[in-house]
């Protein structure tokens, strides 16, 4: 059974900074895609990043240049740092493992107070 935990949300002020981890107990952790998503209420789940096995990053455009992506694939480990926050980015945001799957994780919740 493939297990995926997000943690590192939480409350910070316009303009502030977090990081992001998810773990994720799989085999061969570096053949997958891995990706954020996020879901504000009211509203329907979007891609924030995803970054491939290799190099290739992508980003949403209300995120770039703001958000960056990253991976340790000897800790099964994909991060998603995130500064210059805005009110707007508040949402739960989840970790997804793979293009065609379906494992998800239990969502993170980040607050941005103005």
């Known amino acids: 059974q493939v297990q995926v935990v997000e943690s590192g949300g939480g409350v910070v002020q316009a303009g502030g900074s977090l990081r992001l981890s998810c773990t994720a107990s799989?085999?061969?952790?570096?053949?997958?895609?891995m990706a954020w998503y996020r879901q504000a209420p009211g509203k329907q789940r979007e891609l924030v990043a995803e970054i491939a096995p290799t190099v290739t990053k992508n980003y949403a455009p209300f995120v770039k240049g703001r958000f960056t992506i990253f991976r340790d694939n000897a800790k099964n480990t994909v991060y998603l740092q995130m500064n210059s926050l805005k009110t707007e980015d508040t949402a739960v945001y989840y970790c997804k493992v793979g293009r065609s799957t379906d494992y998800w994780g239990q969502g993170t919740q980040v607050t941005v107070s103005s």
């Open positions: 799989i085999n061969l952790f570096n053949s997958y895609w």
